[in-house]
């Protein structure tokens, strides 16, 4: 989506602090002994009173409202009958629609008396995702997103999932610009235009480099149960500092 009234922008806000507040609320009730259902009726709750609904189910039918991972899923975890412990490392993806516009944020945090591993993974995924977006531009290349992300990953010791990746979003929840990759692809000659509607994603990994399709065809998992932590943000592209939608 290309931004091109003040009505839009204020919608695409208001739709990305609906996204935000339902993650705060998650986050905030994630407790150990609760099913990651329980955790995804709480946000649907949250969200459902201010107007919006959840973008994978009304787009492509996904069995929840939001996406929860624990462990070793990286994405696209489906809300059941999994209970969450202490020491866990939960993300959670949400994405909704409200008034015919879009948002997409997600954010990983570690479950009470997590090791150190996984907080350090955190800090450095949440880091990452700040710098990152900090950094984007009007007429930039959009390699240079995944170029900043794995330079900053390896610095710290850590691989990026290399199939998983931001896109555009705003007036649908994938969009063009697609395939805004966690590493540099050389022949990637797209520049991000201001006014452009797209959503960042750090995939940090403590070892696999690839996102495996589960059996219940949606949760994505590592091979060697390695961790990885996701942070997401939508925003709009400017000539000067971006505008985060998901804050």
Not at 76 to 105: M, Q, T, W, Y
Not at 126 to 151: C, D, K, W, Y
Request: with cysteine; glycine share 10%.
């Amino acid at each position: 989506m290309s931004i091109s009234s003040p009505v839009q922008i204020r919608s695409l806000q208001k739709v990305g602090q609906i996204v935000a507040s339902t993650i705060r609320t998650m986050r905030a009730a994630a407790t150990p002994g609760m099913t990651t259902a329980e955790l995804d009726r709480i946000a649907f709750d949250h969200f459902n009173e201010q107007g919006a609904r959840s973008a994978p189910e009304l787009t492509y039918g996904f069995p929840g409202q939001t996406c929860i991972s624990v462990n070793e899923e990286i994405a696209h975890g489906i809300p059941g009958s999994r209970v969450l412990k202490d020491g866990d490392l939960v993300n959670v993806d949400v994405s909704l629609e409200c008034d015919g516009f879009f948002a997409d944020s997600g954010a990983s945090f570690c479950l009470g008396n997590a090791s150190a591993e996984k907080q350090r993974l955190c800090e450095t995924s949440f880091r990452i995702l700040e710098e990152t977006v900090a950094s984007v531009r009007g007429g930039m290349p959009i390699r240079n997103i995944g170029r900043r992300i794995q330079s900053m990953a390896t610095e710290a010791g850590y691989n990026v999932i290399l199939n998983l990746a931001g896109h555009g979003t705003g007036s649908a929840l994938h969009e063009e610009p697609y395939d805004i990759l966690n590493y540099e692809d050389p022949r990637d000659m797209r520049t991000l235009e201001a006014g452009a509607v797209i959503a960042i994603e750090t995939f940090i990994s403590t070892g696999a480099q690839f996102a495996l399709e589960g059996s219940d065809g949606w949760t994505l998992t590592t091979h060697d149960g390695s961790f990885v932590a996701q942070f997401e943000h939508t925003l709009i592209v400017r000539n000067q500092e971006p505008l985060i939608l998901t804050l």
